[in-house]
Each structure stands twice: as C-alpha cells, then as structure tokens.
C-alpha cells in the first residue's frame, strides 16, 4: 500500500475554550472551515499549541471523538499522541484511530531525557503496534530529547512513519534526511528563530508543519507550498519576508501565548488559556495588533481589532 503523502501547511491548531473554561466545540468547528477555507491541508489537534498538558485524559479523549466528526476530507486529521509511557502512547493512537483519525504525531516521552537509542526504541515499538500512518516530532526545546539523522532515518524506515517534523536549529540535520531521500513527507517548524523553513523548503522540504497558520492560513499554505519552478520560490520569499515579523511576535512567548492571545484580540474564538498560562497583557499584546493591522490582514480575514482588543487582555 501507498503511504499517505501530505504536502503543504500543516497547522497545529489552538484548543478553545468557553467562558466556562471548558472545550468549546462549536468555536472548534468554526476555526476549521477557517482552516479549510483557505488552503491548510492538514490539522494537528493536541500539539504543543493545543495546550494538551493542561487538558486532562477525559478531555484528550473527547477533542478526538468530537472533531473527528467535524472532517470533510478536504483535511487530513491527525491527533498529538505523545504519552509518558510507551502503553500510554499506544492506547492513546488505538483511540484516536478506533475514533477516525487519519494520523498520529508522536514527541518523544517528555522529562525522561533518555538516550537517542532508547527513544529509537520507543518509535519502533510504537509503529509496530498499530497501522495508523504516524509522524515523528523531533522537539528537543519541549522534551529534551533530540534524535540524530542517523536514527531518524533508520525510523523511517518503519511502513508506518510518514511524516517529520523537525525544531531543531539544524538545517544540516534537514539537509541529510532529504538528502537519503526516506518516504516520508519532511516538514519543519515555522519558527524564525530556529531558521528552518527557508533551506527547508529550499531543499525539497514538502512544506511546515506551523502554528502560525492559527492566524494567517493562506499566507502559511504559500509558504509550505513545495517548490516546484522558480516561480514557487519566488512567491515564497516574497510572502515568507513580509510575514517574518508576524511570525517573530508569533514565538515571542512560549507557544501557545502569543498566538492564542492575538487571535482571541482579532475576534477568533479561542477563549483564554489555561493556568498556569496567561494571555499577554496590553502592551505586548498591542504590538500584535500593530503588526496585523500594517500588514493588512485584519482587512483580508475581517478580523475585528476595535472591537475585540479590549476583551482580550
């Protein structure tokens, strides 16, 4: 059988919250045909920027079951896995594919810090307990752990892994994966200050896996377009440059403070962040505003800056 294959923007999206502070579906439904309606190809639910630490187990279970729902098939569905456990890992992908995911994205087990080869381990041992096409995230910032080419590419060779996420600041890393050519789609992090999504792209890379599409889908869909002709490479430094201070102001705080804070600002319903997380107060979140406004995209997606700004704080 073929693998899946997803080329393009792969966004990380937000977890909404009602003014009660629970999960609020309806908002969730409508930050999808959001998604869809302007070229992202992928979602990721419970990735870093889904606060996923911070719901608990009945709730992971419930964003699966409900939003699975919510596909259309003009998105692929994939749901963040990541456990302490390789047990609880498992348990967590046969739900999410016994409840209609199409993917499962895996970090390594945070705070154990454990050595390259034992986290190699785990991700065969994963792959080999279910046949849901599965993603790597390499994500040493968050967890600690950080995988060398070398075992990343003997993990892919597993029929089961189709899809890297790299946040590493090593574009020579990237370099020797797309160099030996593995059948998975290589995706980076859209951080500027990890460096990656230029030579990414630049060498083949199939697109990012970002969470700056939360709030600019279109402008990140041009971005993780794969460069086929000089035109695509073209197209994509001009809207790469003149989004770079969006994205810089999009990791001025842990992921996801600032992403969260200006679209809940924009008119996005997103509500709060969970404590121990704050939303950027009034002056940070100001500069967010500014950034929006001479960049032209409150006029493109109608975002409600006048309105909104002074609930968000």
């Known amino acids: ?19 009660a502070g629970k999960v609020d579906f309806g908002a969730f439904r409508a930050l999808l045909e959001f998604q869809e ?21 009945e709730e992971k279970k419930q964003v699966v079951v409900e939003t699975a729902k919510m596909k ?13 456990t390789i047990d609880l ?13 199409d993917g499962a994205i895996i970090a390594a087990p945070p705070y154990l810090c454990a050595p390259e080869r034992d986290i190699e381990a785990f991700y065969l041992e994963v792959a080999d307990a279910t046949d849901l096409p599965l993603g790597i995230y390499n994500n040493p910032p968050r967890v600690k752990t950080d995988l060398h080419w ?6 892919f060779q597993h029929p089961n892994y189709v899809i890297h996420k790299e946040s590493t600041k090593r574009v020579g890393q990237v370099a020797q994966v ?14 500027p200050n990890l460096g990656l999504v230029v030579p990414t792209m ?20 041009l971005i993780s377009t794969p460069w086929k002709s000089f035109q695509d490479a073209k197209d994509f430094r001009q809207t790469y440059l003149r989004m770079l201070p969006l994205l810089h102001f999009n990791y001025s705080e842990i992921n996801p403070v600032a992403v969260k804070s200006l679209m809940r600002a924009v008119g996005l319903p997103v509500g709060a962040l969970r404590k121990p997380l704050r939303g950027l107060e ?23 800056i006048r309105e909104r700004a002074a609930l968000a704080v």
């Open 37 to 57: 309606q302007h070229g992202t190809v992928a979602i990721l639910f419970m990735g870093s920027t889904g606060e996923p630490t911070l719901l608990n187990p």
């Open 72 to 84: 259309t098939g003009r998105m692929k569905f994939f749901y963040g896995c990541t456990g302490n």
């Open 89 to 101: 890992v498992i348990d967590n992908i046969r739900f999410a594919q016994a409840n209609g995911a």
């Open 1 to 19: 059988m073929a693998k899946m294959r997803i080329e393009g923007s792969f966004v990380a999206t937000v977890t909404p919250f009602d003014l």
């Open 178 to 191: 797309l160099a030996a050519k593995p059948d998975v789609t290589v995706m980076c992090c859209d951080s």
């Open 150 to 155: 070398d075992n990343l590419l003997r993990i």
């Open 282 to 304: 009034a002056d940070a979140l100001a500069k967010g505003l500014r950034i929006i406004q001479e960049l032209g995209l409150d006029e493109r997606y109608d975002y409600r």
């Open 202 to 221: 630049s060498l083949g890379g199939h697109g990012t896996a970002n969470m700056s599409g939360n709030l600019i889908p279109a402008e990140m869909a």
